[in-house]
C-alpha cells in the first residue's frame, strides 16, 4: 500500500485524472532467488554478445521476446528495455494485422 501510494502521488502529479489501479505487481528483482537482481552485459572477450541477443529477439510462434537483454544496441539498460517492447509490439502488430486482412 504504502508504494502504491508512493508512485500514485506521483503519477498524479504528472497526469492529474488517472486512477488508481485494480491490482499491481512489485517485483524485487535484488531477492528474486532466480534473478538476483542481473542485467545483461557484454563480456569482455566475447565476440558473439550481439548474436545472442539476435537469437534472444526471435520469436517463437506466437510468443515474442523483450527485454533489456534482447536490445540490439542498448543492452543493459531501461531504454533497451523499453526499445524492446517497442520492437515486439510492432511485431506482434504486424502479425495481427495480416492475420485480420486474411479471410479464414
Known amino acids: 500500500k504504502e508504494v502504491l501510494a ?3 502521488t506521483k503519477l498524479k502529479a504528472m497526469f492529474p485524472t488517472i ?4 491490482r499491481i505487481i512489485i ?3 535484488a531477492s ?3 534473478v538476483r537482481g542481473t542485467y545483461s552485459f ?3 572477450g566475447r565476440d558473439s554478445f550481439s548474436d545472442d541477443g539476435e537469437q534472444l529477439r526471435m520469436p517463437v510462434k506466437n510468443v515474442w521476446f523483450a527485454g533489456e537483454a534482447t536490445s ?3 543492452y543493459g539498460t531501461v531504454n533497451g528495455a523499453c526499445a524492446s517492447g517497442q520492437r515486439a ?3 506482434m502488430l504486424e502479425v495481427l494485422s495480416v492475420s485480420a486482412a ?3
Open 32 to 34: 528474486e532467488e532466480n
Open 102 to 104: 486474411t479471410p479464414d
Open 42 to 44: 557484454k563480456k569482455v
Open 6 to 8: 508512493d508512485v500514485m
Open 19 to 22: 486512477t488508481t489501479p485494480d
Open 72 to 74: 540490439s544496441s542498448w
Open 89 to 91: 509490439a510492432k511485431g
Open 27 to 29: 517485483t524485487r528483482w
